[in-house]
């Protein structure tokens, strides 16, 4: 299969997750406190994969330079996430009172879309420049796609919306992901701006988005599931990755 035709069928499954996230907030009888554990595993896996594969692999593309368009990935998300909309975490939103004005929801919701828009790039980017980077990048994605669909569709909810419009919001970080697929796959010769612009996201996602959320849980448990979620990543590579 071409790496492409494999990007565009993970992209899709991926896009499936967001959507899954989402109908957990609005299926009120479906369980939510598992998510957490995605999150915790999520953070460590992203973390590892961004810094020991993608970065790595960045620099090796485009030099010295990469450390610019890595830099320039992860601040792009923090004026959106936390520039744009100061008020913004991963989970549910219980404070309505901080989305009276349905605006708040929107830039939350833009602010989701440019990072799940960059995931599909990762994903993309990562099975132009071999299968081995394509699969670890798509899992660090896959991992935290329920919480995202889930957080879209809580804030939306906290917003004043409807049930209906709230899940679709998580089908539209679905599509944004996707979207992101058939980009670099229209650009793969970018793949040398498309990899470290992905790998500074995916740094950000995972320790300004994931990392703070497991922090302000009590106990030890969750804060060693981000562990857990490093080791997966090198017991991948020890296992399945020919160097």
């Given amino acids: 299969m071409s790496p492409i035709l494999t990007s565009v069928l993970l ?40 810094l020991v594969e993608m970065v790595p692999e960045s620099i ?14 992860y601040l ?14 991963f989970g549910e939103e219980t404070h309505a009172e901080q989305f009276v004005h349905a605006h708040k929801g929107y830039s939350v919701l833009i602010g989701l879309l440019i990072h799940t828009f960059f995931d599909g790039i990762a994903i993309a980017s990562g099975f132009i420049v071999s299968s081995w980077l394509g699969w670890i990048i798509f899992i660090a994605v896959f991992l935290h796609k329920i919480p995202e669909g889930f ?63 497991v922090n302000q849980e009590t106990g030890v448990r969750m804060a060693l599931l981000v562990f857990v979620g490093a080791a997966c990543m090198f017991v991948l590579d020890r296992f399945f990755h020919v160097h």
Avoid: C, K
């Fill in 11 to 50: 992209g899709l499954t991926a896009a499936a997750a967001n959507v899954f996230g989402g109908a957990i907030i609005v299926q009120r009888n479906w369980e939510r406190r598992y998510l957490r554990y995605f999150v915790a595993l999520g953070a460590g896996f992203m973390l590892a994969t961004a």
């Fill in 60 to 73: 090796a593309l485009r030099g010295p330079r990469a450390g610019f368009l890595i830099l320039l990935g």
């Fill in 76 to 89: 792009l998300i923090h004026f959106f996430e936390h520039t744009v909309t100061p008020h913004f975490h």
């Fill in 151 to 213: 957080t879209v569709s809580s804030v939306m909810l906290a917003s004043g919306r409807s049930r209906g419009f709230a899940w679709g919001a998580s089908a539209w970080l679905g599509a944004a992901t996707v979207a992101g697929v058939m980009t670099m796959a229209l650009f793969r010769h970018e793949v040398g701006f498309g990899l470290p612009l992905s790998a500074g996201v995916t740094i950000y996602v995972a320790a300004s988005d994931l990392i703070p959320e």
